[in-house]
């Protein structure tokens, strides 16, 4: 089981920053691979920013430039810089976790995910 908490979600306007924090515990942290997703009303869930165990990051084409995903596995805790942000960054953005294996999945095939939190741009 892996257990995940996000914070660091709030409102800001067309242009600024935000980072995103979400706290890992239940199974060793560097043996995880991580993402981040968002879900805005009314539409599906999609894909943000992934990273490898091992750090290597994967973007999603909508945020490539302007997000950067990061961890520190002494911390067991994963980060998402979010600059440059537009209003239709606006949703519930969620922290995700799949086991490692020989083969990554970054968009897909998550076991774990946590409750969610919620970045709202102005424009």
């Known amino acids: 089981q892996v257990q995940l908490v996000e914070s660091g979600g709030g409102l800001v306007q067309a242009g600024g920053s935000l980072r995103l924090s979400c706290a890992a515990s239940g199974r060793t942290f560097s043996s995880i691979d991580m993402g981040w997703f968002r879900q805005a009303p009314g539409k599906e869930r999609e894909f943000v920013a992934a990273?490898?165990?091992?750090?290597?990051?994967y973007y999603a084409d909508s945020v490539k430039g302007r997000f950067t995903i990061s961890r520190d596995n002494a911390k067991n805790m994963v980060y998402l810089q979010m600059n440059s942000l537009k209003p239709e960054d606006t949703a519930v953005y969620l922290c995700a976790a799949q086991i490692a294996g020989s083969t990554w999945y970054p968009e897909r095939r998550y076991d774990y995910w946590g409750q969610g939190t919620q970045v709202t741009v102005s424009s």
């Open positions: 990273i490898r165990w091992n750090g290597s990051p």
